[in-house]
C-alpha cells in the first residue's frame, strides 16, 4: 500500500462507449444508446457529472462506429447557442455540456472483443497514472456520488476499487462477482477486502452475492495484463479476468455504494430509471406521481 503523499491522484476516466446497443433497437439504429435520455439528460450526461463532481479532469471515451453524437453532444454548438442567445434564452441548462478543451479525448475500439479489450484501447492516453471507469449503463444516483465515494476510498487506502452491490442469489450469474475478505473496513466501514473475481459464475459456484456495479478505480498495471489478450466468458477480453490476476499484488478493495443504482441497459431498467428520477424532481413529482396512479388505476 502506498502512503497517502506518494499516491497518485485520479485525475482521468474511461468510458467505454462503443457497444451496439442491440437491446434497444431501433431506437439505436442511429443513435448511440447512451444518448438515450433519462428525463432530459442522456445517460453519459449523468456519468460526466458523477466524474466531475468526483474531481476527475480528462475524459477519454472509448467509441466505435456511428457514435460521433457522444463526443458532438460535448462540443460547442454554435448555431444553437446563437441563437437562443438572440432570443435572451439562457444558456445555463448547456452549461454541464461544456468540456475544456483538450480535457475529452476520443479512441476507436475497431472491433468489439470485450470491456477489457475496450479499457485496453485507452493505454496510450491513461499511461502510466490510476484511473477510473465509468459502464454508462449503470446509472448510480447518491449524494454524493459513487464515484466521488470511491475517490474518498482511494485517498484512504490507494490500490485498486470497485463498486459494489447486493443481488439476489439467482442474479450473479449475470455480473461480476467477489469473492469477500474482511469486511467494515474504512473509516466509514463501506470497504470489503477483494480477495477473488469471477465473470458470470453459475449460481452455485459464485463466492458471494456482491456484484461489480460499473465503476472502477485501477492502477495502470492493468493495462500490462490486458496485453496478453486473454479471451475469457463469451469468448471475450474480460476485464474482471485481469483485475482477478492483480489481486494479492496490490491493495484490492470493494466499496458498498450509499445510494441507488438502476441497470440501463435492460428496457425495464431504464423505464425504473426515469419514473425514479422524475420522482425526485420537483417541477415533475406531483404531475408524474398523479399520472402513475391513474395508469394503475386504468390498468
Not at 476527475?56 to 453524437?69: D, M, S
Not at 452455485?204 to 456484484?211: M, Y
Request: aromatic letters at 6%; a negative charge; one cysteine or more.
Amino acid at each position: 500500500m502506498t502512503s497517502s503523499s506518494s499516491r497518485k491522484p485520479i485525475r482521468k476516466a474511461v468510458f467505454p462507449v462503443a457497444g451496439m446497443g442491440t437491446r434497444f433497437l431501433p431506437a439505436t439504429k442511429a443513435i448511440p444508446k447512451e444518448m438515450l435520455p433519462v428525463i432530459d439528460r442522456p445517460l453519459i450526461q449523468y456519468a460526466v457529472d458523477e466524474a466531475r463532481e468526483a474531481g476527475i479532469e480528462q475524459l477519454i471515451f472509448v467509441t466505435g462506429r456511428g457514435k460521433t453524437a457522444i463526443v458532438e453532444h460535448f462540443d460547442h454548438a454554435f448555431e444553437l447557442e446563437t441563437t437562443m442567445a438572440e432570443r435572451t434564452k439562457s444558456l445555463e441548462i448547456l452549461e454541464p455540456t461544456r468540456i475544456q478543451p483538450g480535457n475529452l479525448v476520443a479512441v476507436r475500439q475497431q472491433v468489439p472483443m470485450g470491456l477489457g479489450h475496450a479499457i485496453w484501447c485507452a493505454r496510450a492516453i491513461v499511461g502510466d497514472e490510476p484511473f477510473a471507469i465509468f459502464l454508462p449503463d449503470e446509472l448510480m444516483i447518491g449524494q454524493p456520488g459513487c464515484m466521488k465515494q470511491m475517490v474518498d476510498a482511494y485517498n484512504e487506502v490507494g490500490g485498486n476499487l470497485i463498486s459494489v452491490l447486493e443481488v439476489p442469489e439467482e442474479e450473479v450469474s449475470s455480473y461480476g462477482v467477489i469473492a469477500p475478505g474482511a469486511r467494515g473496513l474504512g473509516a466509514d466501514g463501506a470497504l470489503t477486502e477483494v480477495t477473488g473475481l469471477v465473470e458470470k459464475p453459475r449460481r452455485e459456484d459464485a463466492p458471494s452475492n456482491l456484484i461489480i456495479s460499473g465503476r472502477y478505480i485501477l492502477q495502470p498495471e492493468v493495462m500490462r495484463v490486458l496485453e496478453g489478450q486473454e479471451k475469457g466468458a463469451g469468448g471475450e477480453i474480460q476485464l474482471t479476468d485481469a483485475m482477478a490476476r492483480m489481486i494479492g499484488t496490490q491493495p484490492f478493495h470493494a466499496v458498498t455504494f450509499a445510494g441507488k443504482r438502476y441497470d440501463c441497459g435492460s428496457k425495464t431498467g431504464f423505464v425504473e430509471a426515469t419514473l425514479a428520477i422524475a420522482l425526485q424532481r420537483p417541477d415533475m413529482a406531483d404531475d408524474v406521481r398523479a399520472m402513475m396512479q391513474r395508469l394503475l388505476a386504468e390498468g
